[in-house]
């Protein structure tokens, strides 16, 4: 069975950095044709799109928070790692980890991904 497992602080203070790993079980994240993706939801608000992690080990990140993301890889332990930097309360939510094989740089549905971690609640908060 497939399992994504999202780990890190559920507190962040404002201008720090913000360090998520997931943690893939059941499939390898170097499984040809796959895409790992890092999603969220500020509380009231639609999915957010942040990045993905080709299954090669290129990068894509949404253009909008490109200049604070850096997404990496550990292949030996499978996970995918999320860096978010200078944080701010805006950046306050629930953080997803999402794999399969759509790469599209939105979140249409969530059925476009086979596999989702359960989430971790972040809160940017002196």
Request: proline residues 6%.
């Amino acid at each position: 069975q497939v399992q994504l497992q999202e780990s890190g602080p559920g507190l962040v203070k404002p201008s720090q950095t913000l360090s998520l790993t997931c943690t893939v079980s059941g499939v390898s994240i170097t499984t040809n044709a796959y895409y790992w993706t890092w999603i969220r939801q500020p509380p009231g608000k639609e999915l957010e799109w942040i990045g993905y992690m080709h299954y090669v080990g290129f990068t894509y990140y949404s253009p909008f928070l490109e200049n604070r993301t850096s997404i990496s890889r550990d292949t030996s332990k499978n996970q995918i790692t999320l860096q978010l930097s200078s944080v701010t309360p805006e950046d306050t939510g629930v953080y997803y980890c999402a794999g399969g094989q759509t790469r599209r740089p939105v979140v249409r549905s969530r059925e476009d991904y086979a596999y989702w971690g359960q989430g971790i609640q972040v809160t940017v908060s002196s």
